[in-house]
């Protein structure tokens, strides 16, 4: 008895997660392939485009192999698994979508982005160390991608965000400053002092 192969290979993506975004230039694509036969190779497709291939894919039963990206630009990417067995069937993993933020210089354990979907974020911190960060309560829409050490200010007495640059962070928020030696602060919005209808002192 022959048995011949005439399906392709079952692709399956792990990580990123769909819609889910980074907080860096680097990404890693995690994947599992299956297949009847021995794998010619897999490829990396990136908003339609084949970004790398790999011909050293051996497997013939579920494993978990990898593609590795490096400096993505800021912004919002499609991505998916294409894989061909020695046979010549081919087989394409669903497309999933990722977002790219680029926030180097701030506190990354405040929030996991890989696990939330960028389109609709609740209870996004940002900041520099334990205490001094910026809680945002309303829901944000982070799908088109922010450079938050660009655009973004958290250091000693002063918080600061360029909403003429990312209007989307134009909304109320939970301010958290530490270490102040003042006795008294004052707060200033936009350089002159901010009324009591916008600007609430919690604690």
Not at 143 to 171: C, K, L, Y
Request: net charge positive.
């Amino acid at each position: 008895i022959q048995i011949r192969d005439t399906f392709g290979p079952t692709v399956g993506l792990m990580y990123p997660l769909n819609n889910s975004g980074l907080f860096h230039e680097n990404a890693t694509f995690q994947f599992n392939v299956s297949d009847a036969s021995n794998l010619h190779n897999c490829s990396l497709i990136i908003n339609n485009k084949i970004n790398q291939t790999n011909s050293s894919i051996l497997i013939k039963a579920p494993g978990v192999t990898f593609f590795r990206m490096e400096n993505i630009s800021i912004g919002r990417y499609n991505w998916s698994i294409n894989c061909t067995d020695s046979l010549g069937n081919n087989g394409t993993s669903p497309t999933r979508s990722f977002y790219v933020n680029l926030m180097k210089h701030f506190n990354q354990s405040f929030f996991n982005i890989s696990a939330f979907d960028m389109r609709n974020v609740s209870n996004f911190v940002i900041g520099t160390g334990s205490c001094n960060k910026i809680n945002f309560s309303t829901n944000l829409d982070m799908s088109q991608g922010f450079d938050f050490d660009r655009h973004v200010n958290v250091s000693f007495n002063r918080m600061e965000i360029n909403s003429s640059a990312i209007p989307t962070f134009n909304i109320s928020a939970t301010i958290t400053i530490c270490g102040l030696t003042l006795s008294n602060p004052r707060m200033l919005k936009d350089g002159v002092a901010c009324p009591d209808s916008v600007c609430k002192k919690v604690s």
